[in-house]
């Protein structure tokens, strides 16, 4: 057991530094290939063999002179983060139960990487994301074959992230902004009147710890503007996933994964709001890393201006982190 986990560290550092060496030599864009790079490492589940792939990364930028892009784990159960997911499954909110399917797509693109004073380096990252869900229950009868839009939010935004000794943290700032689809408005005239255009700024802090195949993560937000401007300021995180170590069934690309993330806002009357998500991560079908998930949410919606409305869904989710 000992000999096969050494040759596989050695495999990890010697992939690492091959791929950097390659990306210096052949390609204009070097930093691309380092952020590729890290996602790589960030994708194995045994802590002592990615911190020796992230060590791998440092030593080639320490030859060239570059920081190392600083990565803060992928949360799978955070309903925000910039990512692709796709759910359908059963959506109770407003009193009626239908099926649904929630979308959303979304990008996080590192641009600078820097250190202050010969610190340890900051990575600052443009993070965008676009959520939509669908009321699909009675699609054949609808003349827009897609299903009735209900709400529509976008999100904007920047972050600094930095990578410690034993923990990391992200610092971001981010514009919100949702939107009621035609077809919700159309069935349901009364939100006419009532139609809240919501939107807001939020800065968060975010702090992450890895213990073994965990990740554990909490963090603060304060809300600097928000319309309408009665909205409750302060809002919280926490949550952990789990990324299996062991593959599933002996199948080398595929292993278990799971998530739970847990908010509040006080707008929301700090009802928390849990989204668990668990399933399997398929590694090697495609070009990027996918999970197949069960997802179960329950509590306030956090979709557009519903925040203070009770929302539970269940069903099954793709995932997959750009």
Same mark, same amino acid.
């Given at each position: 057991?000992?000999? /096969? ?7 990890? *550092? ?18 691309? *290939? ?13 802590? =002592?063999?990615?911190?020796?792939? /992230? ?19 992928? *949360? ?11 759910? $359908? ?26 250190? #202050? ?12 994301? &676009? ?27 920047? %972050? ?22 035609? %077809? ?5 005239? =009364?939100? @006419? ?6 939107? $807001? =700024? ?39 996933? $789990? ?10 690309? &595929? ?10 806002? %006080?707008?929301? %009357? ?14 090697? #079908? ?5 999970? *197949? #998930?069960?997802? /179960? ?9 519903? /925040? ?11 995932? @997959?982190?750009?």
């Amino acid at each position: 057991m000992q000999l /096969y986990l050494d040759k596989t560290w050695v495999h990890v *550092l010697l992939l690492a530094s091959c791929t950097l060496s390659l990306a210096n030599k052949q390609t204009s864009d070097p930093h691309s *290939l380092l952020v590729s790079a890290l996602t790589a490492c960030q994708s194995i589940a045994d802590n =002592e063999l990615r911190l020796a792939c /992230y060590d791998a990364l440092k030593q080639n930028d320490a030859q060239d002179g570059r920081p190392t892009v600083q990565v803060f784990p992928e *949360l799978m159960a955070d309903l925000t983060e910039a990512n692709l997911q796709i759910s $359908y499954g059963q959506l109770d909110l407003l009193g009626a139960q239908n099926k649904a399917f929630l979308m959303g797509v979304g990008k996080r693109q590192s641009v600078k990487t820097f250190s #202050l004073n010969n610190d340890k380096a900051l990575t600052f990252n443009v993070f965008g994301q &676009i959520s939509s869900q669908f009321d699909v229950d009675q699609l054949s009868t609808r003349n827009n074959r897609g299903g009735a839009l209900i709400n529509t939010d976008f999100s904007i935004g920047g %972050e600094l992230v930095q990578n410690l000794d034993s923990w990391s943290w992200r610092l971001s700032y981010t514009h919100k902004s949702t939107h009621l689809g035609d %077809e919700f408005l159309i069935d349901n005239p =009364e939100y @006419q009147e009532s139609r809240l255009n919501l939107s $807001y =700024e939020a800065l968060r802090w975010t702090a992450a710890k890895s213990i073994k195949n965990f990740d554990l993560y909490a963090g603060l937000g304060f809300i600097t503007r928000s319309e309408p401007g009665s909205l409750g300021k302060i809002m919280w995180q926490a949550g952990g996933q $789990y990324k299996g170590q062991k593959t599933w069934l002996d199948w080398p690309q &595929i292993r278990p994964v799971a998530g739970l993330d847990l908010k509040s806002w %006080e707008a929301s %009357e700090w009802t928390i709001n849990a989204t668990f998500r668990a399933g399997i991560e398929v590694s090697q #079908l495609t070009d990027l890393p996918f999970q *197949l #998930l069960f997802e /179960y949410q329950d509590g306030h919606s956090p979709y557009g201006q519903f /925040y203070t409305d009770d929302l539970s869904f269940w069903g099954l989710t793709f995932l @997959q982190n750009w």
